[in-house]
């Protein structure tokens, strides 16, 4: 799950302990996030940052949120055509699971894994929810070590 750091970087979820990953207002996105359930870990990874990469982790606390910025006309992320009756966009609740020691960087994701192996090499790929691969997840914890 990527997030831009001076938006909303792990240091702030490190604060707040639980988020709701609200504002994804990608269908594709959105439907990934769907498909999460509680207790699923995520990595938290910093985008339009130098360098780019995986800093931390979370875990679901909660599914099937409806998000509340649809319908707040102050927000960025307000959406007219949502009904309170229909909503359009949900998200989940996740909380502080730890940072790792070393942010394991886009380009050492490229020299490791192929496109088909982790979404978030491909060239071009700008969705901010993204599923991995059980096998490749135990591969990148492994290498990250134990978040602190």
Known sequence: MKSEPDVYGIHHLEEEKTTL??????YQARNFMRTMAVGDQAFFYHSNCKPPGII???EVV???LVDPTQFDPSSKYHDPASKREAPRWDCVRLAYRGQFRELLSLEDLRQSYEPDELAVVRRGNRL?????????ARDLLERLGSPQ
Not at 21 to 26: A, E, F, K, M, Q
């Open 128 to 136: 901010s929810i993204l599923p991995v691969d059980e096998r490749i």
């Open 21 to 26: 990953w609200d504002g994804i207002r990608n």
């Open 56 to 58: 931390g982790l979370m």
């Open 62 to 64: 909660e599914t099937g």
